[in-house]
């Protein structure tokens, strides 16, 4: 069974930072490109970062130079480091690897 699980969400303050993950199973993991995604409320969701089995990273224009998309194909997992956070960075955060997606991990950005 294929599966995503997210965690490291939470409340954060404008200009903290936060480590997500994404453990996943069932995939062969080294294998394929691996993505966060974020949903706003009342917006669609979007691509925030991937990165492709050969570690190359590709960021959207709000995450670049903030964000950073890791994985470690050892421990099957994947990560986004989030640095100097927005309000408008809050959102539910999704991990997606090959259409699946994870339940996602909520990020709030508020003082």
């Known amino acids: 069974q294929v599966q995503l699980v997210e965690s490291g969400g939470g409340l954060v303050q404008p200009g903290g930072s936060l480590r997500l993950s994404c453990a996943a199973s069932?995939?062969?993991?080294?294998?394929?490109?691996i993505s966060w995604y974020r949903q706003a409320p009342g917006k669609e969701r979007e691509l925030v970062a991937r990165?492709?089995?050969?570690?190359?990273?590709n960021y959207a224009d709000s995450a670049k130079g903030r964000f950073t998309i890791s994985r470690d194909s050892a421990k099957k997992a994947a990560y986004l480091q989030m640095n100097s956070l927005k309000p408008e960075d809050t959102a539910v955060y999704y991990c997606?690897?090959?259409?699946?997606w994870g339940q996602g991990t909520q990020v709030t950005v508020s003082s």
């Open positions: 997606n690897m090959l259409q699946v």
């Open positions: 990165i492709n089995s050969g570690g190359i990273t």
């Open positions: 069932g995939f062969t993991f080294s294998s394929h490109a």
